[in-house]
T-cell receptor, first 112, second 113 residues
Framework: GENVEQHPSTLSVQEGDSAVIKCTYSDSASNYFPWYKQELGKRPQLIIDIRSNVGEKKDQRIAVTLNKTAKHFSLHITETQPEDSAVYFCAATARNFNKFYFGSGTKLNVKP | EPEVTQTPSHQVTQMGQEVILRCVPISNHLYFYWYRQILGQKVEFLVSFYNNEISEKSEIFDDQFSVERPDGSNFTLKIRSTKLEDSAMYFC???????????FGQGTRLTVV
């Protein structure tokens, strides 16, 4: 089955700096890669997603890149703000689309 | 905006007791999931449900677990005989199709004592 690895586990940046979180996946058949933000005690919420027919997608300060050949995808947050502090999870769909495989999470701390 | 709702928000139960966690997925969604998250850890897949049957389940989802969609709106997770290690946040999620955005409920925190 699919295996999703996520790095780093924790990331601390100064407000205004950029943050990059990286994930790799193993199943070349995976074709949908969402990123979720989870604030403490709350539900995971989708912040951006990308499909395998696209190499990059951007939404304001957030962007995701996908390299299908290398089987990795990354989340980029520019001009970070304290409210960006949360745990971020990457995910990939299974070959048969019956589930999402989640990465282990990255705790992002944006220092004011 | 439509959302997935879960009840209760917090459940405390004694070891060995049965619990039922309830979820109301988004009405036009076709795929339903249960995930769990032990405190501070990753979100783990338990089971997916499509067309009124389980489509996939993980190793965690053993004979003590079952799911039901009894009335076309609710989607329940039952744990027959809870263990201490079942203590976790349980999230229900639904998707319109298998590879589209998953909407998560707010979770049920299950504490087994």
């Amino acid at each position: 089955g699919e295996n999703v690895e996520q790095h780093p586990s924790t990331l601390s940046v100064q407000e205004g700096d950029s943050a990059v979180i990286k994930c790799t996946y193993s199943d070349s058949a995976s074709n949908y890669f969402p990123w979720y933000k989870q604030e403490l005690g709350k539900r995971p919420q989708l912040i951006i997603d990308i499909r395998s027919n696209v190499g990059e997608k951007k939404d304001q300060r957030i962007a995701v890149t996908l390299n299908k050949t290398a089987k990795h995808f990354s989340l980029h947050i520019t001009e970070t703000q304290p409210e960006d502090s949360a745990v971020y999870f990457c995910a990939a769909t299974a070959r048969n689309f019956n589930k999402f495989y989640f990465g282990s999470g990255t705790k992002l701390n944006v220092k004011p | 905006e439509p959302e997935v709702t879960q009840t209760p928000s917090h459940q405390v139960t004694q070891m060995g007791q049965e619990v039922i966690l309830r979820c109301v997925p988004i009405s036009n969604h076709l795929y339903f999931y249960w995930y769990r998250q032990i405190l501070g850890q990753k979100v783990e897949f338990l089971v997916s449900f499509y067309n009124n049957e389980i489509s996939e389940k993980s190793e965690i989802f053993d004979d003590q677990f079952s799911v039901e969609r009894p009335d076309g709106s609710n989607f329940t997770l039952k744990i027959r005989s809870t263990k201490l290690e079942d203590s976790a946040m349980y999230f229900c999620a639904s998707t319109l199709q298998g590879n589209t955005e998953a909407f998560f409920g707010q979770g049920t925190r299950l504490t087994v004592v």
